[in-house]
C-alpha cells in the first residue's frame, strides 16, 4: 500500500459573471466607510446647497432694488454696455488672430523641418555657409578679371609709346 500514488483533489473555483463583486450582498449592510462617507458628506453638500439658495435670494433682492436704478440710468449704462461688449468681443478676437497665427507658425516649422529632414537653425546655417562660400569664390573672380583688366590696361599704355604727355609744374 505504500507503493501507491498520492492523489490530492482540489475543487474547482468557477468564476461567477455579474455584479457579485460589486454589489455587496444583500443580507450585509453598508460598509464603515460607507457610513463615514454620508456622514461626512452630508452636512457639506446641505452647507453647500443653503449657501446657493442664499445667494438667490440675494441676487433677486439686489436685482429687485437695483431695476429701477437701471431704468433710470439707462441712457448711460445702454451704451456703456455696448462699448464694454465690443472691448471684450475686441479682446477675445485679438487673442484667436493671436492663436490662429502661432498654430500657423508653428505648422510651417514642422513642414520646414520634415521637408528639410533637419533642423531650421541648422538648415539656416548650412544656407548661411554656402552663400558665403559662393560669395568668396564671385570675389576671387572679380579680383582675377580686375587684375587681367590692369594688366591689359598697363601692357596697352606701354606699346602706345610710354604713358603719353607729362606736365611738370613749376
Known amino acids: 500500500m505504500a507503493d501507491r500514488p498520492h492523489i490530492q483533489v482540489h475543487p474547482q473555483q468557477r468564476y461567477e459573471a455579474g455584479m457579485k463583486g460589486i454589489v455587496p450582498h444583500p443580507s450585509s449592510g453598508p460598509s464603515t466607510s460607507q457610513i463615514l462617507a454620508v ?3 452630508l ?3 446641505a452647507t453647500l446647497l ?3 439658495g442664499i445667494t438667490l435670494v440675494g441676487t ?5 432694488v437695483a431695476t429701477p436704478l437701471f431704468l433710470l440710468c439707462s441712457p448711460i449704462l445702454v451704451p456703456a454696455a455696448i462699448l464694454l461688449a465690443g472691448a471684450v468681443t475686441g479682446f477675445l478676437t485679438s487673442g484667436a488672430f493671436g492663436l490662429t497665427g502661432l498654430s500657423s507658425l508653428s505648422w510651417v516649422l514642422n513642414s520646414l523641418m520634415q521637408a528639410t529632414g533637419q533642423e531650421p537653425l541648422e538648415y539656416a546655417k548650412r544656407r548661411v555657409q554656402e552663400a558665403t562660400i559662393q560669395v568668396g569664390e564671385k570675389t576671387k573672380q572679380v579680383g ?3 587684375g587681367d583688366k590692369t594688366k591689359q590696361a598697363g601692357e596697352a599704355i606701354k606699346s602706345s609709346g610710354g604713358g603719353g ?3 611738370t609744374r613749376t
Open 39 to 41: 456622514v461626512t458628506l
Open 43 to 45: 452636512p457639506i453638500g
Open 50 to 52: 443653503g449657501l446657493a
Open 60 to 64: 433677486l433682492l439686489g436685482l429687485a
Open 144 to 146: 582675377e578679371m580686375m
Open 165 to 167: 604727355a607729362t606736365t
